[in-house]
């Protein structure tokens, strides 16, 4: 049985996530090199017990964040806390972090057991004490048969979950991990991904994890700060991350999202009329938040509707929130899904993903067909694509409504 913080190396504390007590703080933080700024103005807080992503293209900023965690980086501006100390100045091997690379770097003259015990008996940990902490550490990556092989021995997931079991085993406040999936094939990296996000939510540990990986972050994270250019776009859940992008760049990164400039044209109670380039007059549900209420009219925005929630037919449907006709330029077999790209009489290019029954036959290329969508499935999204920077992200100018398995 796993141990609360107080009597064995893992803590289980009741609350998790940004309601918890912060574990890690980024106030204002910034790092240059030379004239390059690799991230600005870092301002958000990571709670205990919270699985965190940093999610993003490469170059964005993303393992400079993390290193500067680590220790391996220095704040040019800013500070980073640490249980509310400031370990800005701090050397690596005096923060209660460890670290996971993409390279597990396990001693290959090792044993299992041995690599997993090392930190341990670097500290003068009793025998006894060891062999707890090791047995419970490989029962909780379930692989307490492998103690005597050689790394050379195990397959990469495997080395992967040795490589967790030795930086848990000296109860890090953090486990900072870079893109530790990386080496892994598709399906390996699959399973790989539900065994971490398992492992972390038994020792209920923070977890910082960087990727480039849309799919890994959503599946795993409790939260994900997506970034771009060295700046934060947006902080939030999955959910609404995907749902309720703040910027174009995020709609756009987060998995695929048709974005076509817009401009509002007036408001009737719970509903925004915008006028869409290439597709005409359509009527977007409004959030009745209040950041709502100072939107002008002649604001540009840009009109989003994700490619799944897209209907194709061949007759024009009625009865629906918004509907363009297209000529088809491309279609794509993806397996369970078959894409459609088209382009209006405009010349604005969109694209729908219908499942299996979604289409009798499919389209082909030079056809005229009709993309549709429900009123819900419609959001709009500032026009600035930079974003603003902060602890929970901008909200955008009106995310898509109705019940969840409606939304986009």
């Known amino acids: 049985m796993l141990r609360s913080r107080r009597s064995g190396p893992f803590w289980c504390g009741s ?63 800013g500070r980073i806390l640490l249980d509310g100390r400031d370990v800005s100045r701090v050397p690596p091997y005096k923060r209660d972090v460890n670290t996971v690379f993409q390279q597990y770097a396990l001693f290959p ?28 550490l490989l029962e909780l990556v379930r692989l307490p048969e492998v103690a ?55 020792v209920n540990a923070t977890f910082v994890y960087v990727t480039h990986d849309q799919a890994e972050a959503l599946t795993m994270s409790d939260r994900i ?30 998995g695929n999202a048709n974005l076509l400039p817009a401009r509002v044209a007036g408001r009737d109670g719970q509903r925004f009329t915008v006028d869409v380039a290439g597709a005409g007059r359509h009527t977007v ?11 002008p009219n002649g604001t540009e925005v840009l009109f989003m509707v994700r490619p799944e929630a897209m209907m194709v037919s061949r007759q024009e449907p ?20 078959l894409r459609c790209v088209g382009h209006t009489a405009h010349g604005a290019v969109l694209t729908a993903e219908v499942g299996p029954h979604g289409l009798s036959v499919a389209p082909q290329r030079g056809e005229q067909v009709w993309l549709s969508w429900a009123e819900a ?27 969840p398995g409606e939304r986009i």
């Open 15 to 77: 609350r998790t996530g940004i309601d918890a007590q912060p574990v890690i703080q980024f106030e204002h933080v910034t790092k240059r090199f030379g004239a390059f700024v690799a991230v600005h103005e870092a301002h958000f807080a990571i709670g205990e017990g919270e699985f965190f992503s940093l999610l993003g293209p490469s170059g964005c900023g993303k393992t400079t964040t993390l290193r500067m965690v680590a220790g391996f980086e220095r704040p040019t501006s």
């Open 109 to 136: 003259h090792l044993s299992v057991y041995d690599n997993v015990a090392f930190g341990l008996r670097s500290r003068k940990v009793g025998a006894a004490e060891v062999r707890r902490r090791v047995g419970e």
């Open 148 to 202: 005597d092989r050689r790394p050379g021995q195990l397959s990469g997931g495997q080395q992967q979950r040795i490589a967790l079991a030795r930086a848990l085993v000296n109860r890090p406040r953090a486990l900072l991990l870079d893109e530790p999936l990386g080496a892994l094939d598709l399906k390996l990296r699959e399973t790989m991904q539900v065994e971490l996000k398992r492992i972390q939510r038994e």
């Open 225 to 254: 700060a997506v970034m771009h250019a060295g700046r934060t776009e947006q902080i939030g859940t999955p959910p609404e991350i995907y749902h309720r992008p703040a910027t174009a760049f995020v709609a756009s990164f987060i």
């Open 285 to 295: 549900a409004a959030d009745a938040g209040p950041e709502l209420h100072t939107v």
């Open 318 to 337: 009625a009865g629906v929130g918004g509907r363009v006709a297209v000529t088809v330029t491309d279609v794509v077999f993806a397996g369970p899904t």
């Open 377 to 403: 499935a419609a959001g709009l999204v500032p026009a600035d694509v930079t974003g603003p920077t902060g602890l929970t992200g901008a909200q955008p100018l009106v995310e898509p409504s109705g019940p």
